[in-house]
C-alpha cells in the first residue's frame, strides 16, 4: 500500500488499542470545524495567545536581540490571525523584516498573503507551500537571523518522545543566534481544560467524527456515525487531555478501497488525540531535551497559556 493515509488508518485499527492519528484531522471540512472550535469562547488557548502576541510584542521583539532585516518563520501559519498584531507592529515600527508562513494549503497561503498585502501595505512576504523540514533547511542558508514561530500549541498533539525529535529537528535546522517562539498551554484548574475540550457545543465531537467521515470518502468505508460517540478526559497529574471515539455497539465497517474488514466491540475506544498542558519547569525541561536555552516565558495576564522563546 503506497498511500501514507491508508497505511497509518490501518495501522491504527489493526491495533491491540485502537488509534488514529490527529494529523488526518485537517481535511477541508476538519479545518472548517478546528477554526470553530477556536472561535468558541471555552477554548480559551486562542484568545490567550492573541492577547500575548498583541500586548507583548515590543518585549518579543526587544528580547531577540537581532539585527535588521531577519526573517520571521512561521511552521503551519494557516490563517496567521494569531501573527497579525506582531506583524503589525514591526511594519508600524518601521523594522525591517521578511515573513515566511509555512503551509501545507495554497489556499490558505495565498488568502493570507494578500489579506497581509492590503491590511499591511509595505510588508515583504514570502509565502510556502511544503514540507516544513526543506524549507527550513533552505532559510538555514540564509543570511539573516531567523525567528521560527511555532505556535497554537501544537507541540501539545505530539507524545514526549515525539516532541523531543520534533524540536530537535527544528534545532538542526537553525543557525546560530536563531530563535524559536513555541506557543506552549499551561496546566491550570482542570475544570477550564475540561469544559475547552468536552465542549457544551458538541464541535469538538463534530471535530472528531468528521475523520470517520474522511475515512468513508478516501477510502470507501461505512463507517455509520451514529454508532460513534466521542470522549474525553483531562488528567492533570500528568497534564494530558486524551481524546477517544467510542463504539457504540458491536459492529464492524468495511475499508473497501482496501479491502479490509475492521471489527469493533460494544464500549471499543479509538483514542484519536492528545492534548498535552505543561508546568513552568517541565516547559524548562522540554527545551533543555531539545537542546535548547530558555530564555523568557511570555504569559496571558490569567497565566493560562505561554509563548516561550528559546535559542
Ligand atoms: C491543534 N491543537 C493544538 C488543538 C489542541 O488543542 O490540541 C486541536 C484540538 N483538539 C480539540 N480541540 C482542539
Same mark, same amino acid.
Given at each position: ?110 488568502m493570507l498573503s494578500k489579506r497581509l498585502k492590503e491590511r499591511l501595505p509595505g510588508i515583504h512576504i514570502s509565502p510556502q507551500v511544503g514540507d516544513y523540514f526543506e524549507i527550513l533547511k ?14 497554537? /500549541? ?7 518522545? @515525539? #516532541? =523531543?525529535?520534533?524540536?530537535?529537528? $527544528?534545532?538542526? !535546522? ?13 496546566k491550570k484548574n482542570p475544570i477550564v481544560i475540561r469544559d475547552a475540550y468536552d465542549d457544551k457545543h458538541g464541535i469538538t465531537k463534530r471535530f472528531n467524527l468528521n475523520l470517520l467521515l ?32 467510542? /463504539? ?7 475499508? @473497501? #478501497? =482496501?479491502?479490509?474488514?475492521?471489527? $469493533?466491540?460494544? !464500549? ?44
Amino acid at each position: 500500500m503506497t498511500n501514507a493515509f491508508a497505511k497509518d488508518i490501518l495501522t491504527g485499527l489493526r491495533a491491540e488499542q485502537k488509534h488514529l492519528p490527529s494529523k488526518y484531522f485537517y481535511d477541508d471540512n476538519g479545518s472548517r470545524i478546528f477554526q470553530e472550535i477556536m472561535n468558541m469562547p471555552e477554548y480559551y488557548l486562542t484568545d490567550a495567545e492573541f492577547e500575548i502576541l498583541s500586548l507583548q510584542c515590543k518585549s518579543i521583539i526587544d528580547a531577540l536581540q537581532f539585527s535588521t532585516p531577519f526573517n520571521i518563520v512561521e511552521l503551519g501559519a494557516g490563517d496567521g490571525l494569531k501573527t497579525f498584531k506582531l506583524l503589525e507592529y514591526l511594519v508600524k515600527h518601521n523594522i525591517e523584516f521578511n515573513y515566511v508562513p509555512i503551509d501545507i494549503s495554497q489556499e490558505a497561503m495565498d488568502m493570507l498573503s494578500k489579506r497581509l498585502k492590503e491590511r499591511l501595505p509595505g510588508i515583504h512576504i514570502s509565502p510556502q507551500v511544503g514540507d516544513y523540514f526543506e524549507i527550513l533547511k533552505k532559510n538555514k542558508e540564509n543570511d539573516y537571523p531567523s525567528l521560527l514561530l511555532f505556535l497554537g /500549541s501544537n507541540i501539545g498533539n505530539y507524545l514526549d518522545d @515525539k #516532541a =523531543i525529535e520534533l524540536l530537535q529537528l $527544528f534545532n538542526n !535546522n537553525m543557525k546560530k543566534g536563531d530563535k524559536l517562539l513555541i506557543g506552549i498551554d499551561l496546566k491550570k484548574n482542570p475544570i477550564v481544560i475540561r469544559d475547552a475540550y468536552d465542549d457544551k457545543h458538541g464541535i469538538t465531537k463534530r471535530f472528531n467524527l468528521n475523520l470517520l467521515l474522511r475515512i468513508n470518502r478516501e477510502l470507501n468505508a461505512d463507517f455509520r456515525i451514529d454508532d460513534f460517540d466521542f470522549y474525553c478526559h483531562y488528567n492533570p497529574i500528568t497534564g494530558e487531555v486524551k481524546s477517544y471515539i467510542i /463504539s457504540l455497539r458491536d459492529q464492524s465497517v468495511e475499508l @473497501k #478501497a =482496501i479491502n479490509e474488514t475492521i471489527n $469493533f466491540e460494544y !464500549n471499543e475506544l479509538i483514542w484519536t488525540e492528545l492534548s498535552k498542558k505543561y508546568g513552568l519547569q517541565e516547559i524548562q525541561e522540554l527545551a533543555e531535551n531539545s537542546n535548547f536555552k530558555l530564555k523568557t516565558n511570555f504569559l496571558d495576564c490569567k497565566h493560562f497559556f505561554s509563548d516561550s522563546l528559546w535559542e
